[in-house]
């Protein structure tokens, strides 16, 4: 398993305060969901990472792979009735879905057969790893899902469980364990119990090894000495810091919880505010059409007039705050770019998977791993994604995982 993990040389315990791992947000957008706040987030990982790469930081950040796995399992030692159980994510319910027994499965589950499988087998294997709290992993494959194919003259081990196929050299230690494995999983964030914060990283060091069962951490660690800033690459991320630090916003009631759908719809079509001033335009155009929508839905004259005076409204006040939406985008755009820079030199590192997204046909694209997270220590984690790419891509109807 050694040359399977992905650690950073210096490990930290982290934490994230108050929330279970069941969302993470991009880097750039956390100006849109927290405003200045988020902003000096978004700018503080910046500038750890710098630092943390450059080999010159005394405060530590831990990176984690972003596995493309499907579904997140939740497993461990209920703290109220010290049995052992699995579930998703919606463990966390007001009324949770706990499952002790298969007939739980059925019930919580049963309308999602897929799913019920694999967290049947999540309730067949995993107790025999020893887990003492409760773990969270992201469900990788099973001994139907994996398949052999030959690519490039070389024979593979395959297996999909979301967007990307990942593929492993037959011939080698991986290929070999995953040849032998029925279940196979990569576990990322551990609980103390169902009410304590998330710890970002699994020490999969204190489970047992079984027949049968594969598993892993996410850490990432550079065993290669790739994983290093250039001068070069350091002035440009230092650039666009210095670059948004001039921007100025006014924060106040900008409409976020519309901002954030709108860019999704840029992403669908390959782009991210490559031009703020247009995707403005853009904007107010989604926004139209989707209230006109609406007002074409009510039957009553009243309703139809009630929802286009607030679209005239709306539209009023997004014409006074044109110019912080735009430098919103414009930073937003920014803290991307920054972002970006470390993907790529985080891509550099040298796997024991192969990547693809399957583009039907038999025709296989290589990519990059799905993203990482990062950590700092104060417990606060962000995505680090390619979004052109991989968030594009996840939009697709009808992935395994979906």
Do not use: C
């Amino acid at each position: 398993m050694k040359n399977f993990k992905l650690y950073f040389e210096h490990y930290l315990e982290l934490l994230e305060e108050g929330k279970a791992n069941t969302h993470l947000t991009h880097l750039e957008e956390l100006i849109l969901t927290r405003g200045k706040g988020g902003y000096d987030q978004a700018k503080g990982f910046l500038t750890n990472l710098l630092g943390h790469l450059q080999g010159k930081s005394k405060r530590k950040i831990g990176t984690t792979v972003k596995w493309d796995g499907a579904p997140a399992i939740f497993a461990g030692k209920h703290p109220d009735t010290g049995k052992f159980f699995v579930g998703t994510k919606s463990i966390f319910n007001k009324e949770p879905k706990i499952n002790y027994n298969d007939q739980d499965v059925e019930v919580n589950h049963g309308h999602a057969p897929g799913l019920a499988d694999k967290l049947k087998k999540a309730l067949k294997y995993l107790p025999k790893l020893g887990i003492k709290n409760i773990i969270q992993g992201d469900f990788m494959f099973d001994s139907s899902s994996v398949n052999k194919e030959n690519i490039d003259g070389v024979v593979h081990y395959t297996f999909q469980p979301n967007t990307i196929k990942y593929a492993v050299e037959a011939d080698s230690d991986l290929g070999r364990q995953i040849a032998n494995s029925v279940f196979g999983i990569i576990f990322h964030t551990e609980y103390s119990d169902l009410d304590s914060p998330a710890a970002f990283g699994a020490k999969v060091n204190r489970l047992k090894q079984v027949p049968g069962v594969w598993f892993d951490d996410a850490y990432f660690k550079d065993d290669t000495g790739v994983v290093k800033l250039t001068d070069d690459e350091v002035k440009q991320v230092r650039d666009l810091i210095k670059t948004a630090d001039t921007i100025k916003i006014d924060y106040k009631d900008l409409p976020n919880d519309l901002l954030n759908p709108y860019i999704n719809t840029e992403i669908r079509e390959g782009k991210f505010l490559n031009d703020p001033e247009e995707s403005y335009r853009n904007f107010i155009e989604w926004y139209t059409v989707r209230i006109n929508k609406e007002v074409e839905k009510r039957k009553s004259k009243t309703g139809k007039q009630r929802l286009q005076e607030s679209l005239k409204q709306k539209l009023s006040q997004f014409e006074a705050q044109k110019d912080d939406i735009v430098n919103l985008f414009k930073v937003s755009s920014l803290l991307s770019q920054a972002k970006q820079i470390f993907i790529n030199k985080y891509n550099n590192a040298v796997y024991n998977t192969k990547h693809f997204i399957d583009e039907g046909e038999g025709v296989l694209r290589v990519t990059s791993p799905e993203g990482y997270v990062a950590v700092d220590r104060d417990g606060n984690a962000v995505k680090l994604v390619n979004r052109l790419d991989f968030s594009s891509a996840n939009f697709q109807k009808d992935k395994p995982g979906s």
